[in-house]
């Protein structure tokens, strides 16, 4: 899932993401921003989020609670939710597992995620544990909050009944307990005994060691209920997709892709290339002989430095799309050696292939 953090997954047109190109199925909101900015009353005036940004397909969002917790100092954590002041305005906010839910209902979108608490990568057992137990409190609140709601009508906003699908939000409870293997497995089994449409995997990805995330991911995972979607939170890097995919996992969301675009940074499938060096200044190869996107078809290493070092928007522009077509493809080609068998030989040549350096 590209990241739309305020509305906008950033320097792309929807029109792109829904082009045979991309192809983008689902993209995500985050609900801290557009509860702040425009406000979550404003969106439900304009129709929901679908209609407000002109999106009909898919959208998740989180459930402000990741934001909220990484602003530090800031915040303050009890029982009932958390206090802390607006980013924007610095007015007083109070963020609960109801608001969440209400907020995310004004939203609209298809998915919902619960409220919960993270634990930094590197949490005692016994700091873990109490994140863990309030994760599984707030679950419980947000699954009967979010059930009234929709009783009340909430919905995506697309009301009439289509692709299957009744209008209805889905719901998505979270797995926390940070490296802490045990507390993963009862974070587990005290969410999937509260019951969601789907399961995630947060608070990795948050300082903690690659090789730790790696072995919570192929421990938990498999044993998150079959017949629902597993989702691993804030990851990663194309190497991270393909092993959290062998390890179990379903859907993920990572701001890589566009953010590391604006920077400059290109992902291709040997590996990240930086348009900054100046050894592509008179490079007329396009960023990924592999890749078919329409930036590769189009345009050189060289130009592409070239606007990037003038401080041109389209270096940008093009550096984001070419990122979203690599990870999309990714993904896609992923789904196609699974349903052919052939994962395993796919997963080891794409990691040969991506660490063997730029050409
Ligand atoms: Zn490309």
Same mark, same amino acid.
């Given at each position: +899932?590209?990241?739309?953090?305020?509305?906008?997954?950033?320097?792309? $047109?929807?029109?792109?993401?829904?082009?045979?190109?991309?192809?983008?199925?689902?993209?995500?909101?985050?609900?801290?921003?557009?509860?702040?900015?425009?406000?979550?009353?404003?969106? @439900? *005036?304009? =129709?929901?989020?679908?209609?407000?940004?002109?999106?009909?397909?898919?959208?998740?969002?989180?459930?402000?609670?990741?934001?909220?917790?990484?602003?530090?100092?800031?915040?303050?954590?009890?029982?009932?939710?958390?206090?802390? $002041?607006?980013?924007?305005?610095?007015?007083?906010?109070?963020?609960?597992?109801?608001?969440?839910?209400?907020?995310?209902?004004?939203?609209?979108?298809?998915?919902? +995620?619960?409220?919960?608490?993270?634990?930094?990568?590197?949490?005692?057992?016994?700091?873990?544990?109490?994140?863990?137990?309030?994760?599984?409190?707030? @679950?419980?609140?947000?699954?009967?909050?979010?059930?009234?709601?929709?009783? !009340?009508?909430?919905?995506? &906003?697309?009301?009439?009944?289509?692709?299957?699908?009744?209008? *209805?939000?889905?719901?998505?409870?979270?797995?926390?307990? *940070?490296?802490?293997?045990?507390? $993963?497995?009862?974070?587990?089994?005290?969410? @999937?005994?509260?019951?969601? %449409?789907?399961?995630?995997?947060?608070?990795?990805?948050?300082?903690?060691?690659?090789?730790? +995330?790696? !072995?919570?991911?192929?421990?938990?995972?498999?044993?998150?209920?079959?017949?629902?979607?597993?989702?691993?939170?804030?990851? =990663?890097?194309?190497?991270?997709?393909?092993?959290?995919?062998?390890?179990?996992?379903?859907?993920? %969301?990572?701001?890589?892709?566009?953010?590391?675009?604006?920077?400059?940074?290109?992902?291709?499938?040997?590996?990240?290339?930086?348009?900054?060096?100046?050894?592509? *200044?008179?490079?007329?190869?396009?960023?990924? @002989?592999?890749?078919?996107?329409?930036?590769?078809?189009?345009?050189?290493?060289?130009?592409?430095?070239?606007?990037?070092?003038?401080?041109?928007?389209?270096?940008?522009?093009?550096?984001?799309?070419?990122?979203?077509?690599?990870?999309?493809?990714?993904?896609?080609?992923?789904?196609?050696?699974?349903?052919? &068998?052939?994962?395993?030989?796919?997963?080891?040549?794409?990691?040969?292939?991506?660490?063997? =350096?730029?050409?």
């Amino acid at each position: +899932m590209p990241v739309g953090t305020v509305g906008t997954v950033k320097g792309t $047109r929807f029109e792109a993401l829904e082009s045979e190109e991309l192809d983008a199925r689902i993209i995500l909101g985050n609900t801290y921003h557009l509860w702040l900015r425009p406000g979550a009353e404003t969106v @439900a *005036a304009c =129709g929901g989020l679908h209609k407000f940004m002109g999106w009909d397909r898919a959208i998740l969002t989180d459930s402000g609670g990741f934001q909220v917790w990484s602003l530090g100092d800031l915040r303050k954590i009890n029982e009932e939710g958390t206090e802390f $002041r607006s980013h924007v305005d610095g007015s007083p906010r109070f963020l609960s597992p109801e608001v969440s839910m209400q907020v995310q209902a004004a939203l609209g979108s298809e998915i919902v +995620m619960v409220l919960d608490k993270c634990a930094p990568g590197d949490a005692e057992h016994d700091v873990a544990r109490e994140s863990m137990l309030l994760t599984a409190r707030w @679950a419980a609140r947000s699954r009967a909050r979010f059930d009234a709601l929709q009783k !009340e009508g909430a919905d995506t &906003g697309r009301l009439e009944e289509r692709d299957g699908l009744s209008g *209805a939000q889905a719901l998505f409870g979270i797995v926390q307990g *940070a490296s802490h293997l045990n507390l $993963r497995r009862e974070s587990l089994a005290r969410t @999937a005994e509260i019951g969601f %449409d789907g399961y995630a995997i947060g608070g990795l990805s948050v300082g903690e060691e690659k090789s730790v +995330m790696y !072995e919570v991911v192929e421990r938990i995972a498999p044993v998150m209920p079959k017949e629902k979607p597993r989702y691993l939170m804030g990851v =990663g890097t194309p190497e991270d997709l393909i092993e959290c995919v062998g390890r179990g996992v379903d859907m993920f %969301d990572c701001v890589l892709p566009t953010r590391n675009g604006r920077t400059g940074q290109a992902f291709t499938s040997r590996g990240k290339l930086n348009i900054k060096n100046a050894r592509y *200044a008179r490079d007329t190869r396009p960023l990924d @002989a592999d890749c078919a996107c329409s930036v590769c078809r189009r345009h050189s290493r060289a130009y592409l430095r070239h606007l990037y070092a003038t401080g041109e928007m389209l270096a940008s522009i093009l550096l984001t799309h070419h990122n979203l077509a690599f990870f999309l493809d990714t993904m896609r080609r992923v789904r196609q050696a699974i349903r052919s &068998g052939d994962f395993t030989r796919f997963r080891q040549e794409f990691i040969e292939r991506i660490n063997s =350096g730029i050409e």
